[in-house]
């Protein structure tokens, strides 16, 4: 049954606190394998949205049966992880919580995270892409007028992902081979989340 409330969140300094008590939670991190791999929370486990999305059935199965009595989702700023909140409690996962302003916050908190090679977050790319589109279109209508009006599709499919709080862009380049890194492999996650670790 779905949970109209808004969701529950968690700060940094309480997360820290909570990662270090005795039933600590379970981190999801929602952000693309390249992003993970950049910086992520000491023992937190990656899930792609998409993927999350995709396997919001298992995750919560398992989450109910396991041992652990609450999540926290991570991802950048904490715009995903509201998206994967809501995915799973739709399935009726009640104990999510999402850290508030993210892997940024925490960073900026000075807590540790687990670092490997530097690539660039999702937003910064999706704001890259799309000033680059807006920036050539504008300079190509001077030749070419009806170039505007592709910077203006770029200005309205902006809007709405804020309106909706989603971003087909964002979706669209996570797919790319960049983004990717090493592949997610959800069963094997699941599997560890459940404390099989694959046996």
């Known amino acids: 049954m779905t949970n109209a409330s808004a969701p529950k969140t968690v700060d940094s300094h309480g997360l820290s606190e909570r990662l270090n008590s005795a039933n600590p939670p379970r981190l999801l991190d929602v952000r693309t394998p390249a992003e993970f791999e950049t910086a992520h929370i000491p023992g937190s486990y990656n899930v ?14 398992t989450a109910l049966a396991g041992d652990s009595n609450e999540w ?4 950048r700023s904490g715009q995903r992880a509201a ?3 809501e995915a799973l409690r739709q399935q009726g996962l009640p104990n999510v919580h999402i850290l508030d302003g993210g892997i940024v916050d925490w960073e900026t908190k000075g807590f540790n995270v687990n670092r490997g090679a530097a690539k660039w977050d ?11 589109i807006v920036l050539t279109s504008v ?3 001077i030749a070419a007028p009806k170039l505007k009006w592709l910077a203006g599709a770029i200005g309205g ?9 989603t971003c087909a862009m964002g979706m669209l ?8 890194g090493a592949s997610c492999d959800v069963q094997k996650v699941v599997c560890q989340l459940s404390g099989d670790r694959g046996k």
Do not use: M
């Open 48 to 61: 792609p949205l998409d993927q999350l999305r995709e396997h919001r059935s298992e995750i919560s199965k």
């Open 72 to 75: 926290v989702l991570v991802c």
């Open 83 to 85: 998206q994967a909140e």
């Open 122 to 132: 999702l937003e910064r790319q999706v704001r890259l892409v799309a000033g680059s």
């Open 139 to 141: 300079l190509g209508s």
């Open 157 to 165: 499919g902006l809007t709405f992902a804020a309106l909706s709080n």
């Open 173 to 180: 380049l996570s797919k790319l081979p960049y983004n990717r």
